[in-house]
């Protein structure tokens, strides 16, 4: 049962580099989301998407770019790395046809950048 | 703004305690709250509680929500070095049409010693 799967699990970036976080999800969830995750706060949501060639902002997308070309894909570019982007990312995937929302996450990506 | 506030941000406790953590919220247009334990990697779904007054369990595990005074609790009897981990409350709430967002509490860092 693969779920959702992201890649790297851990990177390096020299400030200013560019680099893309990949998620795939093998659900056929129509919602899938980013998060990043610093030290005692929480999961902030950068970006979703509630279905293929549809993304919204979430509370943290500065800096960021997502696209969703198909269901299962859903990678986030970072442009011009900043040493505030260090964290972790998480992505997620969820249904939406039932009460509630139960997110299935990713095993996260942990970035650094230097 | 969606609030999720969590209590105690961290906790330490010895094997057999029992423990309560807390987690309030202000949304507008609640749907659903969540519980999550986070270990080393990526948040693992507990709960999703969307009923006022009624207990979810789950072994040594159990949460209930109160709508009206806008919080819920999850317990921990018997704990055990295992349940050491981030707890992450999450609220699920209507952002607009058919559009759900999720917000997240900063987590409680639990860890059990021996």
């Known amino acids: 049962n693969a779920g959702v799967t992201q890649t790297p699990k851990f990177r390096i970036l020299k400030i200013g580099q560019s680099m893309t976080l990949q998620c795939t999800q093998d659900?056929?969830?129509?919602?899938m989301y980013w998060y990043r995750q610093d030290p005692g706060m929480g999961l902030k949501l950068i970006y979703y998407s509630v279905g293929a060639g549809i993304t919204d902002k979430g509370e943290v997308p500065n800096g960021y770019n997502v696209s969703r070309s198909t269901t299962e894909d859903f990678p986030l570019r970072l442009e011009l790395a900043a040493p505030s982007q260090t964290s972790v990312y998480f992505c997620?995937?969820?249904?939406?046809?039932?009460?509630?929302?139960?997110?299935?996450f990713g095993e996260g990506s942990w970035l650094t950048v230097v | 703004e969606d609030k999720v506030v969590q209590s105690p941000l961290s906790l330490v406790v010895h094997e057999g305690d029992t423990v309560t953590l807390n987690c309030s919220y202000e949304v507008t247009n609640f749907r659903s709250l969540l519980w999550y334990k986070q270990e080393k990697k990526a948040p693992t779904f507990l709960f999703m509680l969307?009923?006022?007054?009624i207990e979810k369990k789950s072994g040594r595990l159990s949460s209930i929500l109160d709508k009206k005074e806008l919080f819920s609790i999850l317990n921990i009897t018997a704990t055990q070095t295992g349940d050491s981990a981030i707890y992450l409350c999450a609220v699920e709430a209507n952002s607009g049409g058919s559009n759900y967002k999720l917000t997240f509490g900063k987590g409680t860092l639990l860890t059990v010693n021996p």
């Open positions: 997620a995937s969820s249904y939406r046809g039932s009460l509630g929302n139960t997110i299935y």
């Open positions: 659900m056929n969830h129509n919602y």
């Open positions: 969307t009923s006022s007054g």
